[in-house]
């Protein structure tokens, strides 16, 4: 048996990799340093894994922006807008993953998204008249090269030609099928390249797969992969998937000239059961993804060896990891402030790389592997997820009305209408404000203990004060306390929850040079002070005008950690939501009529197959929602937020979470969202966000008045908020108040106009 990794974390183990390309954007250090940098950490990486005994190394992961964004300008799928620019080749990169503004020109970044189901981004390849698909770029082929000079014996990797397709923007009409001849050719010269090279195997990356894959779907793959495997030579080629199963194309697959097929067996059950069913062909080798590339655990060995055992397969088997390991951090060696008992259940990439290496010698029942299962029985024998009886009491002493807000909507609207008495068309916020420089270093020097707690919240209080007011000078309806004390919104709560665990260096990249350091949630979850209510309170004392309490949605939450897995997802947000439970009814007790909560990841949980959507998820995560506030009163105003508007499709699950009102972006002159709620009777009331925050352009006044006047046309007014598309916190004071300012006017002047 053998092992190997669909890809390795690229940032570095100190995010080398950001700093360099940061200093490099700000022209502090040249092009040849940077590219410096990225050989010296291909190589560090490289040699991690041939230490840990990694058979087989993939060359070709290593990305200074994005993989499938090198992919697209490997194979020339780059418009000509950014060619113009006549940039260096690496320039002409960063231009089309950030956007380029000089006296040279002016284009816009490449649209970034959501990468499947995961909190990775990448850069959407745009196809057109004008994209001319032919190899014109060296990036794997130098790699090989440079892993071969350091006795690396690589593993070629590539992102396939369906998912390029299938996660491609189309425009001019043009349609995947137009491509795919080009793209045969192109991937058949990359084949040729490598067989030059004497590059053994060539991993294919094709996670499309796991999305459903209908009959005209089915076509394409078809038509590219016999067009691509007929080019093979010497290489071995393996069809890698990942994120999910391939349960749409297996038995079709499983007859193609592959050489390998890698599967996802741990997100992927149906991958087993494939398997199981149609067996596996003999003359294939199974690429096992066995090692988590998703979540920081250890692997359990016995039940790895269960597994693979019960796939009954004939053919040779390489131990792998289910997905890259691009979304877990580099080590948790580093993490000496993390409970020991907790610390030592923590695998993050080296670890995994060490967890294949001992499970090949556990297969193989060497000395070695003797040892190395001994321990890792231990280390589950002994495991102890911090227990806490209340928590499960409460959990087992839920009833379906607990679920359930009373009155129902429309009810609680007329009544809500009567008490609240505001304005036709609401003005308010998100909930940040911008977090200045003085906010950040109020924070830092309270962390360095230089200050005390009473100085660190005497500052915040004052920041409330001032915006307080701010908001009532420009005349806001309902207020915000500004969201000064949060580090990060799901940070800042699972620092003041049970059960929660952070590291120093878990730094995963987000896109880009961007990272997030997701916490860990190892133990029961519960709440054991309230966590928001004194800045809410203070905030409400303040003024006459309605504050909005503030929370992070238990969905969110969970998404945005790395959970246990010892007891169901349902019911890990099940902890969660009762902890904000508490914390909803502490602000309720405590004068707040207004509270939202904020559920910014709802969306991108849902699985990648609609026909799991409900089954696998929002069957529980809907619910969860509502469990936080299905028990304040009537008069108590319940608000969500989501900052994107793509959730048309699951409008029902939205209005279902039965939220009072809930705000999304809007501001992008889309109106494909605001027409689908008009169509379908959208029973919550809606504030669509009138300012995109995500710009530092201050939308003028007529701007916005014409946006909210479109809105006022479309959906029923009675129903409509106005407010920005997310929070302030990443704006400057001056673009956000300015901004604010024009929202206010704007809306003044469409009232009169009603
Ligand atoms: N209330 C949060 C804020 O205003 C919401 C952030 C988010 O949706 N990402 O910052
Ligand atoms: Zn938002």
Not at 366 to 392: I, M, S, W
Not at 742 to 749: G, H, L, P, Q, S
Request: negative net charge.
């Amino acid at each position: 048996m053998s092992t190997t990794i669909i890809g390795f974390p690229r940032i570095g183990h100190h995010r080398e990799l950001k700093f360099a390309t940061e200093h490099y954007w700000k022209h502090e250090i040249d092009q040849k340093a940077l590219l410096k940098v990225g050989r010296q950490l291909r190589k560090t990486h490289w040699l991690a894994q041939k230490k840990a005994g990694i058979d087989l190394i993939p060359v070709g992961d290593f990305s200074f922006y994005d993989n499938l964004l090198d992919v697209a300008n490997v194979l020339n799928i780059v418009p000509s807008r950014y060619k113009q620019l006549k940039l260096s080749k690496l320039d002409e990169y960063f231009a089309q993953a950030q956007g380029y503004q000089s006296n040279q020109g002016n284009v816009r970044a490449l649209p970034l998204k959501k990468w499947f189901n995961t909190n990775y981004h990448y850069i959407v390849p745009e196809f057109s008249d004008e994209t001319n698909i032919k190899l014109v770029g060296d990036k794997l082929f130098n790699e090989v090269d440079e892993a071969k000079a350091l006795g690396i014996n690589p593993k070629a990797v590539i992102i396939g030609p369906y998912t390029i397709l299938k996660l491609g923007r189309f425009v001019d009409g043009k349609q995947p099928v137009d491509f795919v001849k080009p793209l045969i050719e192109a991937y058949s010269k990359v084949l040729d390249r490598l067989n030059q090279q004497n590059v053994s195997w060539l991993q294919i990356d094709e996670p499309a797969l796991s999305f459903d894959v209908d009959s005209e779907d089915h076509q394409l793959f078809d038509k590219l992969y016999d067009g691509i495997l007929r080019r093979k030579g010497n290489v071995k080629v393996v069809l890698q998937n990942y994120f999910g199963d391939i349960r749409d194309v297996y038995t079709d697959v499983i007859k193609k000239p592959f050489d390998g097929i890698g599967l996802d067996l741990v997100e992927g059950d149906e991958n087993i059961h494939l398997i199981q069913q149609h067996g596996f062909p003999s003359d294939k080798v199974l690429f096992a993804g066995v090692v988590n590339g998703r979540n920081v655990w250890r692997n359990n060995y016995d039940q790895t060896i269960e597994l693979l055992r019960s796939l009954n397969v004939k053919s040779p088997v390489v131990l792998n990891t289910s997905t890259s390991l691009l979304f877990v951090p580099y080590t948790a060696e580093d993490e000496d402030e993390v409970a020991p008992d907790v610390r030592q259940h923590l695998a993050f990439a080296i670890q995994k790389l060490n967890e294949l290496h001992e499970l090949d010698h556990v297969l193989q029942d060497d000395d070695e592997g003797k040892r190395a299962l001994a321990a890792n029985e231990k280390l589950f024998h002994d495991v102890k997820h911090p227990y806490r009886p209340a928590v499960h009491h409460r959990i087992n002493q839920l009833q379906p009305q607990d679920y359930i807000r009373k009155p129902e909507r429309s009810e609680r609207e007329k009544i809500q209408k009567k008490t609240f008495d505001l304005p036709i068309l609401p003005t308010t916020t998100i909930g940040s404000f911008p977090q200045t420089k003085d906010v950040r270093a109020n924070r830092h020097k309270f962390n360095q203990g230089k200050i005390t707690k009473e100085e660190y919240d005497q500052f915040n209080r004052n920041k409330i004060k001032r915006i307080i007011k701010w908001q009532e000078d420009v005349g806001l309806d309902v207020l915000v306390h500004g969201e000064y004390e949060r580090n990060d919104m799901v940070e800042y709560f699972g620092d003041n929850l049970d059960g929660f665990a952070f590291t120093k260096n878990g730094w995963v990249q987000s896109y880009g040079t961007r990272g997030v350091k997701p916490p860990i949630i190892w133990g029961d979850v519960q709440r054991t002070h309230p966590i928001t209510v004194a800045s809410s309170v203070y905030a409400n004392s303040l003024t006459d005008h309605y504050v909005k309490g503030m929370i992070t949605g238990p969905v969110t939450i969970f998404n945005w950690s790395f959970s246990r897995e010892d007891i169901p997802q349902k019911e890990v947000v099940t902890q969660i939501s009762l902890a904000l439970r508490d914390e909803v009814l502490d602000l309720e007790k405590h004068g707040i009529k207004i509270i939202q909560i904020d559920e910014p990841a709802l969306r991108e949980g849902l699985p990648l197959r609609k026909s799991d959507w409900y089954v696998k998820y929002l069957n529980w995560a809907v619910p969860a929602f509502r469990l936080v506030h299905s028990g304040v009163k009537p008069t108590t105003q319940i608000h969500t937020h989501m900052c994107y508007s793509r959730f048309g499709d699951i409008l029902d699950a939205i209005d279902d979470l039965d939220a009072d009102v809930i705000s999304f972006e809007a501001s992008r002159g889309d109106f494909t969202l605001i027409n689908e709620l008009a169509e379908n009777h959208f029973q919550t009331e809606m504030g669509p966000g009138v300012y995109d925050i995500h710009s530092p352009r201050i939308p003028s006044e007529e701007e916005v008045q014409d946006l909210i006047t479109k809105l006022v046309h479309k959906l029923p007014v009675k129903k409509l908020w106005v407010n920005p598309d997310c929070g302030l916190k990443t704006r400057t004071e001056k673009q956000a108040f300015e901004s604010l300012k024009n929202i206010v006017e704007a809306t003044k002047r469409v009232r009169k106009e009603l």
